[in-house]
């Protein structure tokens, strides 16, 4: 009986190993491997096994995908290595700019006001001209700028160096400013 018992231990103990290491979780009480999908570990172990034939493959992800059977809702796992995103991406509308202030040689850089039409936060490329006495450019500057939603933000889009703010007579403000 003794040694019985000790093969049953045996046998118990390399089985919660084998299951351990292969990711497959024992808390479900399935039979199919599967975790809730609501951070309590497990799954598959490999991202490459799709067990829910009438689903597609994750599109994208490299996370593995599978079907709750408790909640009957498809779950796609956390991506790795950039290859995606399971949030949904937001389009911003560009925001508009209006020129505050050109440069001097006492202030080398221009002020603008940058307002967010959207609903959400976000950034934004600034773009000015900075221009001589004959309206030739000396610079083309970018800043990339947050203003939160439905806000108007101030912005400081400095010029290279210092030096080459005696060269400029005035400035423009492309007028809208693309969300990056």
Same mark, same amino acid.
């Given at each position: 009986m003794?040694?019985r018992?000790?093969?049953l231990?045996?046998?118990?103990?390399?089985?919660l190993?084998?299951l351990?290491?292969?990711?497959?979780?024992?808390?479900?009480?399935?039979?199919h491997?599967?975790s809730?999908?609501?951070? +309590? %570990?497990g799954?598959c172990s490999?991202?490459?096994? &799709?067990h !829910?034939?009438?689903?597609?493959s $994750? /599109? #994208?992800t +490299? %996370?593995?995908?599978?079907?709750d059977?408790d909640? &009957?809702? !498809?779950?796609t796992g956390g991506? $790795? /290595? #950039?290859?995606g995103?399971s949030t949904?991406?937001?389009?911003?509308? &560009?925001?508009?700019?209006?020129?505050?202030?050109?440069?001097?040689p006492?202030r080398p850089?221009?002020t603008v006001?940058?307002?967010n039409?959207?609903?959400t936060?976000?950034?934004?490329?600034v773009?000015?001209?900075?221009?001589?006495?004959?309206?030739g450019?000396?610079q083309q500057r970018?800043?990339d700028a947050?203003?939160a939603?439905n806000a108007?933000a101030?912005?400081?889009?400095?010029?290279?160096t210092p030096?080459?703010?005696a060269r400029i007579d005035?400035c423009e403000?492309q007028?809208?400013a693309?969300?990056r």
């Amino acid at each position: 009986m003794d040694r019985r018992g000790r093969r049953l231990r045996f046998t118990a103990v390399a089985a919660l190993v084998v299951l351990a290491l292969t990711g497959f979780s024992t808390s479900r009480g399935h039979g199919h491997g599967h975790s809730s999908g609501h951070g +309590s %570990g497990g799954g598959c172990s490999s991202s490459s096994q &799709d067990h !829910d034939s009438s689903s597609s493959s $994750s /599109g #994208g992800t +490299s %996370g593995s995908r599978y079907r709750d059977y408790d909640d &009957d809702d !498809d779950y796609t796992g956390g991506t $790795s /290595g #950039g290859s995606g995103s399971s949030t949904p991406s937001v389009t911003l509308r &560009d925001a508009t700019v209006k020129l505050i202030d050109c440069a001097t040689p006492s202030r080398p850089y221009a002020t603008v006001e940058l307002t967010n039409p959207n609903a959400t936060g976000g950034y934004f490329t600034v773009t000015v001209d900075f221009l001589d006495a004959g309206s030739g450019r000396v610079q083309q500057r970018n800043e990339d700028a947050y203003a939160a939603g439905n806000a108007t933000a101030t912005v400081r889009v400095d010029l290279s160096t210092p030096s080459v703010a005696a060269r400029i007579d005035h400035c423009e403000a492309q007028p809208a400013a693309p969300a990056r």
